[in-house]
């Protein structure tokens, strides 16, 4: 298992829009995504076994804050020719077996991870009611093997501190998992693979 970092994008970036395919066949963009008070967006995969990791909590997230005018959305970004266990026809059973809340988009091009310059999964994003960035990192510091409880400290956190019109927390730790699983060739130029 290699552990790549998020990249940390800036804060106060405005978040790259996008119109991607969900599991149910419609097509999603950021608007329909976004929420008034603001946008959890994340990139996850079905197959990398630190989403699995989190993935029950990335499910429970999304009930506990849509209802609370926090938009919720995830992408898969892998390239599903490497990877067939992310293919959007698995992305469809990943999304009911989980009981995702929030559309579970696919990146075909891979133009929207790297537009957020996504380099694992799970990586994650918080933007405010005018879409600017507030939060990237960790869901928390619960990892495969190491022990320490799934609870999403670090993003409802971050969620708690937005809705509360406070400014971003400024301890933010990077998320850790596996590399976006990039076609060959088309790697970013911020990935070190």
Same mark, same amino acid.
């Given at each position: 298992?290699? &552990? ?33 008070? !603001? ?26 804050? *849509? ?21 959007? #026809? ?8 989980? !009981?995702?809340?929030?559309? +579970? ?7 929207? %991870? ?9 990586? /994650? +994003? *918080?933007?405010?009611?005018? &879409?600017? *960035? ?12 190491? #022990? ?11 969620? #708690?501190? *937005?809705?509360?019109? &406070?400014?971003?927390? %400024? ?5 850790? !998992? ?11 130029? +911020? /990935?070190?693979?």
């Amino acid at each position: 298992m290699v &552990r790549t970092p998020s990249t940390m994008l800036p804060l106060g970036t405005a978040a790259p829009d996008f119109e991607l395919p969900n599991v149910d066949g419609r097509m999603v963009s950021l608007a329909d995504a976004s929420g008034p008070r !603001g946008t959890v967006v994340m990139f996850i995969c079905n197959h990398c076994p630190f989403v699995k990791h989190v993935a029950d909590h990335l499910a429970a997230l999304g009930r506990d804050f *849509l209802p609370r005018g926090v938009g919720v959305v995830a992408i898969s970004s892998n390239d599903v020719a490497s990877h067939p266990a992310d293919s959007p #026809e698995q992305m469809i059973h990943e999304a009911e077996e989980r !009981g995702y809340v929030f559309p +579970y988009l696919y990146d075909e091009t891979q133009e929207v %991870a790297k537009d957020y310059h996504a380099a694992c999964t799970p990586d /994650f +994003y *918080l933007f405010d009611g005018d &879409r600017k *960035l507030v939060y990237r990192g960790q869901l928390d510091s619960s990892r495969p093997g190491n #022990e320490i409880p799934v609870t999403g400290s670090d993003l409802r956190g971050a969620i #708690e501190t *937005l809705l509360a019109g &406070r400014p971003p927390l %400024a301890d933010q730790k990077p998320s850790i !998992g596996c590399n976006i699983k990039w076609k060959a060739g088309h790697e970013p130029p +911020y /990935f070190n693979a």
